[in-house]
């Protein structure tokens, strides 16, 4: 399995706090991701990074930031949390390069905003 | 229209039944075909995937894309319960590691 964890695993918090989501990887891919998955809607990306201190929106990225300032580190913030922004959220990661496309998942945080 | 579209099923088919997953989509610029499985409360992992058109087998599966008329196709030969999960198509353009999702259709195989 890919290195790849996140953390919390899961978070319940109340609607207008701060909520900071943490990516980590130890297999030191180029590019990290992160996508949120609600019913119907599938995987959606939020944000990604191609390297440090080098990230560009998502499909999806209003009332979310992002911040890398290590290789290893993918931070997600969610300024202040609202009840449509409860969903499941991957960190994901690639080697990138030619035909290096494979993204690797993590164990996901599933996110509660009361 | 969105760009990647996918039956979200549920799909309950007989152990030992062939199984066809099927994505649509509309960006002629899509050279990658990704096909993830996610397991419940798991995170997507990669199961194959092909690069423009043709056929790609790699044991019991076999990915198939028609870029004439747009069409991803995943099969899945002699079904096991274990089969059972999410698969979700993803295609991407060359070069910008990042892909669309389809929704994932839901397979049970019955044992």
């Known amino acids: 399995d890919a290195g790849i964890t996140q953390s919390p695993r899961h978070k319940v918090t109340e609607t207008g706090t701060p909520v900071t989501l943490r990516c980590h990887q130890t297999?030191?891919?180029?590019?990290m991701y992160w996508y949120r998955q609600d019913p119907g809607h599938g995987l959606r990306l939020i944000h990604y990074?191609?390297?440090?201190?080098?990230?560009d929106k998502g499909e999806v990225s209003d009332g979310y930031s992002v911040s890398r300032s290590k290789t290893e580190d993918f931070l997600l913030t969610l300024e202040s949390a609202t009840s449509s922004q409860t969903s499941v959220y991957f960190c994901?990661?690639?080697?990138?390069?030619?035909?290096?496309?494979?993204?690797?998942f993590g164990p996901g945080t599933r996110l509660t905003v009361l | 229209q969105k760009e990647v579209e996918q039956d979200p099923g549920p799909l309950s088919v007989p152990e030992g039944a062939i199984v066809s997953l099927n994505c649509t989509y509309s960006?002629?610029?899509?050279?990658?075909f990704m096909w993830y499985r996610q397991y419940s409360r798991k995170g997507p992992e990669l199961l194959m995937y092909?690069?423009?058109?043709g056929n790609k087998e790699d044991g019991r599966f076999t990915a198939q894309v028609d870029k004439s008329s747009k069409y991803i196709s995943l099969f899945i030969r002699d079904s096991q319960p274990s089969d059972s999960a999410t698969y979700l198509c993803?295609?991407?353009?060359?070069?910008?590691?990042?892909?669309?999702f389809g929704t994932g259709t839901r397979l049970k195989v019955l044992a």
């Open positions: 994901a990661i690639s080697e990138g390069g030619q035909g290096r496309v494979e993204q690797f």
């Open positions: 297999e030191n891919h180029r590019y």
């Open positions: 990074s191609y390297g440090v201190k080098d990230t």
């Open positions: 960006n002629s610029a899509f050279q990658y």
């Open positions: 092909t690069y423009s058109s």
């Open positions: 993803a295609p991407s353009t060359s070069g910008t590691y990042k892909y669309i």
